[in-house]
């Protein structure tokens, strides 16, 4: 518990200390990274600790709180979730000293850090609380503390927009998670959640669905489920590009673990829980790498990627908790272990991509796919990393994310072959959403990788990229190295998310690796196999370069298709890249098509560009919001700014109670 309680408290001093050093921003920057990096790896060691041992530590200190108690605990769940937190929030703050040096007003970088460490802080506070008041203060802190961090380049009118719309979603969320406590609360007699677990055993099924209704709302607001997703790709974007690794990549997983957490206090799941998981999962995961698919900038488009990678784990939640409620321990322990492991590999290639993409930034001065090109000659580490990342996030074997979606995929596989038909039926779609989610981030990464780092460079902001320096250029190379280690292991990795998966299917940790010996042995072959071509790719390349040494290697020109002198203009931009997929999914994007001067046989200019449209943002919320302000405007006209009227509304309120307590 001693490690724990250090990887709270370490982050909290290195902020104190950044903030003291506000007139010194270098020192700023080396305190704040030095909390974050003491804290991660006091977390690490106590995650790892927990998850081997599958031994919980507690601790519950006096706490002056009406209902409240800090109570803190370990348990396999809550190490696994703390090993992504304190590992990604680490290698972030080592590349964020690097990157926001020079960025933004010198005056912001002491508060930065100071709420970069309070994040780090408050995110190992939620996974470790095990009262709903504590939890709460918690998850408030990461909202506020987040918030500041996304509104770092205030003097931007979209940043500061993203920051609002952001504060009021996740305040959205927070007013249905009080309502949860609120009806456990009263049911168990306590705030603890020990209580809700013994209430939640004899609890009506009408209560409990009232509850998972509550949690799968206010939960999801934080991990994006769609329709709630809307203030993802706007806060991600408009964030410091380490600030936005730590959110996409763990912040909002607590999301998921707070509905994990929850669920596990509601008594036995009915089956209609795992199915509604699966339609969320479903929805998010193919409208989000529809959506991904059409967006210009490279921020934008990883943050719609969060919202697949959330419906994939979602997906892997709704298989296991069908498979529990139905009575299938093997198909319950494959989808909470694919969904689980989703979770950390998530946090492993999504953190890399976006300080992957935030190098591209700091290199060329844009974001905007469509003013790139040719990076992989000027940022060869950042390209490379890149390129894993990409591979990653696709599925692609035998990397990390191919694991964690084959794990899901024998769920399912599991559940279609169960005997009731309504299982089989149910788990088709899972399949079948999978293999389209593939697809599709294969064919987006295709087009970020080709349209950013191949080719010819568009403008000069290209032209003169630079490669990141060695502080960013690490972090991402050991996460790149996590990426292939995780997948390479995955044999050994299964053994280790026993204890984990076993708090979610009440299994014990040797019964759950025997549910998942199902998947051992085909990962072993895959393993083999990818091992064999790695050495084989290798020692080709050996045998390549001593068959080339001491001779005269020239260089030409590539073949270029009978064009004298091929430029830019001739590469497909990242419009036209995805057009006919974007086209074959019309209906559901709606993207605007742009096109100017293509007529005649030799047109002199022509160009083409889309306008990439959230569905729900722009026919729903804008909507919705619009006329809930021009309402709440008539409540103007109340605010004179006169002392008097405001006595008068007093006099008359109490008056108005006075005659209510008399009646």
């Not at 921020?299 to 959330?310: D, F, M, P, T």
């Not at 529990?324 to 989808?335: D, E, N, R």
């Not at 999978?434 to 403008?459: D, N, Q, S």
Request: aromatic share 10%; charged share 10%.
């Amino acid at each position: 518990m001693m490690l724990t309680l250090m990887s709270l408290a370490a982050p909290l001093l290195g902020g104190c200390l950044a903030l003291l050093a506000v007139r010194m921003p270098a020192w700023s920057a080396r305190a704040g990274v030095a909390g974050a990096l003491a804290g991660g790896v006091c977390g690490l060691i106590a995650g790892f600790r927990v998850l081997f041992s599958g031994v919980s530590v507690s601790l519950e200190l006096p706490w002056s709180v009406p209902g409240g108690a800090f109570h803190i605990a370990v348990d396999p769940l809550s190490a696994f979730f703390l090993i992504p937190i304190t590992l990604l929030g680490a290698l972030c703050a080592v590349y964020g000293g690097v990157y926001l040096k020079g960025r933004g007003d010198a005056r912001g970088i002491a508060p930065g850090w100071f709420n970069y460490n309070l994040l780090l802080a408050s995110m190992v506070l939620v996974v470790v609380s095990r009262n709903a008041v504590l939890f709460l203060v918690a998850w408030e802190t990461m909202a506020l503390a987040s918030f500041f961090l996304v509104t770092f380049e205030n003097g931007r009118p979209n940043v500061r927009m993203a920051g609002w719309v952001y504060l009021v979603a996740t305040h959205l969320g927070t007013a249905f998670l009080l309502a949860l406590f609120a009806v456990l609360g009263e049911r168990a007699g306590s705030y603890d959640f020990d209580a809700f677990a013994r209430a939640g055993a004899t609890m009506p099924a009408s209560l409990s669905a009232c509850a998972f209704a509550l949690a799968l709302i206010g939960f999801g607001a934080k991990a994006g489920f769609i329709p709630v997703h809307v203030w993802l790709p706007e806060a991600h974007p408009a964030a410091p590009s380490h600030v936005s690794a730590l959110m996409s990549g763990v912040m909002i997983k607590t999301g998921i673990y707070g509905l994990l957490r929850l669920m596990g206090c509601l008594g036995a799941p009915a089956p209609w829980w795992g199915w509604c998981l699966v339609v969320i999962g479903l929805v998010s995961g193919v409208l989000g790498v529809l959506f991904a698919l059409a967006q210009h900038d490279i921020k934008r488009l990883l943050a719609y990627h969060s919202v697949e990678n959330i419906g994939i784990i979602t997906m892997g939640l709704g298989v296991g908790y069908a498979g529990l409620a139905h009575g299938f321990p093997g198909m319950a322990a494959l989808g909470f272990a694919g969904a689980l492991l989703h979770v950390l590999n998530h946090a492993l290639f999504k953190g890399l991509l976006f300080l992957g993409a935030g190098a591209v930034l700091h290199g060329t001065g844009t974001g905007d796919m469509d003013h790139l090109g040719g990076l992989l000659r000027r940022m060869p580490v950042t390209g490379a990393t890149f390129l894993i990342g990409s591979a990653a996030i696709c599925g692609l074997p035998p990397l990390n994310g191919f694991v964690s979606e084959f794990l899901i995929y024998l769920g399912a596989y599991d559940g279609v072959t169960s005997p009731p038909a309504v299982v089989a039926v149910a788990c088709l779609p899972v399949i079948a959403g999978l293999a389209l989610i593939g697809g599709l981030a294969a064919a987006c990464f295709a087009k970020v990788f080709g349209v950013v780092f191949l080719g010819e460079p568009r403008t000069e902001h290209a032209r003169h990229g630079h490669e990141a320096a060695a502080g960013m250029r690490w972090p991402m190379i050991v996460l790149a190295a996590a990426c292939v280690l995780t997948g390479f292991s995955a044999p050994v990795l299964l053994a280790g998310l026993a204890p984990a998966v076993g708090v979610l299917t009440g299994g014990t940790p040797e019964m759950i690796r025997g549910a998942l010996g199902a998947a051992a042995n085909p990962l072993v072959w895959i393993v083999v196999v990818s091992t064999m071509l790695a050495l084989l790719t290798t020692a080709l390349a050996v045998l390549r370069n001593r068959l080339l040494s001491g001779r005269t290697v020239a260089a030409a020109g590539t073949w270029d298709c009978g064009y004298a002198a091929p430029t830019a203009r001739m590469q497909y931009t990242a419009s036209s890249f995805a057009q006919p997929l974007t086209d074959l999914f019309g209906f559901v994007l709606r993207t605007r098509n742009k096109q100017t001067g293509t007529g005649g046989v030799f047109p002199a200019g022509a160009s083409f560009a889309t306008e990439p449209n959230d569905l729900f943002r722009n026919q729903f919320y804008d909507p919705f919001f619009g006329r809930a302000a021009a309402l709440m405007a008539w409540f103007r006209r109340v605010q004179h700014g006169r002392v008097q009227l405001y006595v008068l509304y007093i006099a008359l309120t109490l008056l108005a109670l006075l005659l209510f307590s008399v009646g």
